[in-house]
């Protein structure tokens, strides 16, 4: 059938001409030319589609923008460039065909596809927000968000090119054409949604350029000597990365922890990077951990006591990211935090690495006296940051609920493993498969110096028979032989 005896004749219920649309929109993403046979191309449903779409669109950017961000005119008239040229273009079509009942025929098919695929954008973006969506896939978001609107332009050139019978190559040179253009004009008009951000320059407010000083010297001061003749606990925390509430929280609650339950009160130290907390608590940078790192290892008998470390961020190969703007800082690494450790001349250490590939930290750190705890394996991904979490997947299993409940790190971490695991599998998350080092000198020390930290909780603390304290750990693990958890 030619465009010229097309007939489109309207149903005589409102809703029957709407479903019909949404029908013939999805023929359509097909590539099937049924959409023309189904299409009810009135006025009033051009008029209705029109405002679905922009009301999706509205929405869709309100879901992706962060808090504090304006409604954007320029972000609205390039949304309405597209359909304006859609309907120039059956404006055209319907002079060309001598049939005016073409007129609004590509539009309303775009526009009913536009507010279907704004509709699941917007609901993949509030999942995103609510965190229920797996940690690699927002890197993806952008290109599934761009393949959307792409794929509904070019379904309706195809149809419209099957319809008006021109030559495969005429397709394939307006397709590819199209498509160049469609991707560049996205591109360019991207940081202009319709919703957006009011960029502000991170500054510091005077009063906390010199609180900073003040707040490392009374933290550092604050950290008591030991005790001759027993062995004591010391802990230090450091949130590593700002733009996340999650960091700055898991840190402060398992120093909450040490210091209530496992008594190193006076003997512990947190260092935040959080963009709220510059007037309260001292910054984390290589120089704040190396001076933190050196005023425990003062305090501290080398012989008798215990670092209990912990680093919250995200991560790379070999790297815990330190980031707080306007400052630019150097990452962490594992290598100057071996060194720095060494230099401290603090002997005995646990540390726990709570980092996206934080499994590559474990070659560097590793000797006879230490045990190495890390959130993942140094190729796999960890989750649980986000801002609406108060702390990771790992830091909530690990901290919050299985060190409450064993009187060892290693019953502790095997607990923990089988928590994490439940959770990604029930998230449909890739296993982060956390492990554990213990050096050969600490797996013969390690009972004596649980059993002084452990003795400090609360009698809550349930008392347990660890078979578990003198197995020979001294290469990376994953225990995943625990009861009730699927081995990966």
């Known amino acids: 059938m030619s465009f010229s005896s097309q007939k489109n004749i309207s149903l005589q219920r409102f809703s029957l001409n709407f479903a019909a649309n949404i029908i013939a929109a999805l023929w359509m993403l097909v590539g099937s030319t049924r959409a023309f046979s189904w299409v009810k191309p009135t006025f009033i449903q051009f008029a209705v589609f029109a405002v679905l779409a922009l009301s999706s669109n509205v929405l869709f950017s309100w879901l992706a923008a962060q808090s504090g961000s304006v409604f954007n005119e320029q972000g609205l008239v390039s949304y309405l460039i597209w359909p304006t040229i859609i309907l120039l273009g059956g404006i055209i079509l319907a002079r060309r065909s001598g049939n005016q009942a073409l007129l609004f025929v590509p539009v309303i098919l775009w526009l009913t596809a536009d507010t279907l695929s704004a509709l699941l954008q917007s609901m993949v973006q509030f999942f995103g927000s609510q965190g229920w969506l797996p940690d690699w896939s927002y890197s993806f978001l952008p290109i599934l968000f761009l393949l959307l609107f792409l794929w509904q332009t070019l379904a309706l050139i195809w149809i419209l090119a099957r319809r008006l019978r021109t030559p495969w190559w005429e397709r394939i040179i307006l397709l590819l054409g199209s498509l160049a253009l469609l991707t560049i ?268 930290l452990f003795d400090q909780a609360r009698p809550s603390v349930r008392s347990i028979t660890n078979g578990d304290k003198g197995a020979n750990v001294t290469k990376p693990i994953t225990i995943d032989i625990v009861e009730g958890a699927e081995s990966n």
């Not at 490392?216 to 001759?228: H, I, K, M, R």
């Not at 001292?282 to 012989?303: E, F, V, Y």
């Not at 991560?315 to 720095?340: C, F, K, S, T």
Request: hydrophobic share 45%; glycine share 6%.
């Open 185 to 452: 004009w996205q591109n360019n008009v991207a940081d202009q949604p319709i919703f957006k951000q009011v960029p502000v320059q991170p500054m510091i407010a005077e009063a906390a350029l010199y609180e900073q000083p003040r707040l490392l010297q009374q933290a550092l001061n604050s950290v008591d000597p030991s005790v001759a003749g027993k062995s004591d606990w010391y802990f230090m925390g450091v949130a590593g990365f700002s733009g996340l509430d999650v960091f700055r929280s898991e840190i402060n609650k398992v120093r909450e922890l040490f210091d209530v339950r496992f008594g190193t009160s006076g003997r512990s130290l947190a260092l935040i990077n959080n963009t709220y907390s510059w007037l309260d608590e001292p910054i984390a940078t290589k120089t704040s951990i190396l001076r933190g790192l050196k005023k425990i290892g003062q305090q501290m008998n080398a012989d008798e006591d215990v670092l209990f470390l912990t680093l919250s961020s995200h991560g790379d190969q070999d790297i815990v990211l330190l980031d707080n703007p306007p400052l630019e800082m150097e990452h962490l690494d594992a290598a100057w935090l071996r060194e720095a450790l060494d230099e401290s001349g603090i002997r005995w250490r646990v540390i726990v690495v709570s980092a996206c590939y934080s499994g590559s930290f474990i070659d560097e750190l590793a000797s006879p006296t230490t045990v190495i705890i890390t959130a993942s394996a140094a190729d796999k991904m960890s989750f649980g940051c986000t801002n609406t979490a108060e702390m990771t997947y790992f830091g909530q299993a690990f901290f919050a609920e299985s060190l409450r409940e064993n009187t060892s790190f290693t019953a502790a971490f095997k607990d923990a493993i089988r928590r994490v695991q439940e959770r990604e599998s029930l998230m449909g998350f890739e296993p982060s498969e956390p492990q554990m080092v213990i050096g050969s000198l600490m797996e013969t020390a390690l009972p004596a110096f649980e059993k002084a």
